[in-house]
């Protein structure tokens, strides 16, 4: 049973490493968009999506250079680095 399991999330989910990419930098850009959001609704201090965008190309960059590639703890490829920012580099298209 386990192993049907596996081999079904294997069938879905092709390219695993990729895609946690492109889901965990996603989720953490749009998190940033939601808390400058609240920030501005609250505080009314505006906070461009730019920053937030910004910081997740430092952070992604950060992740494959750093601690893929000097550290020797993952293999740092660039395509990891473009599945990070796709989703917030075509938000970042569509909206500004």
């Known amino acids: 049973m386990k192993q049907l399991f596996k081999e079904v999330v294997r069938r879905i989910l092709p390219a695993n490493d990729k ?6 930098w ?10 400058f959001d609240l920030i501005d609704h609250l505080v ?10 910004g910081i997740v190309i430092y952070t992604a960059a950060w ?3 750093y601690h893929d590639w000097y ?5 740092a490829e660039y395509k990891d680095f473009f599945a990070g920012i796709a989703i917030a580099a075509l938000y970042m298209y569509k909206t500004y």
Do not use: N, Q
């Not at 895609?19 to 965990?24: A, C, F, M, P, Q």
């Not at 550290?71 to 293999?75: E, L």
């Open 71 to 75: 550290c020797g703890k993952g293999t």
């Open 44 to 53: 009314r201090i505006r906070i461009s999506d730019w920053w937030a965008f």
């Open 19 to 24: 895609l946690k990419h492109y889901y965990l």
């Open 26 to 35: 996603s989720l953490f850009f749009f998190m940033m968009v939601y808390g």
């Open 63 to 65: 992740k494959e250079l």
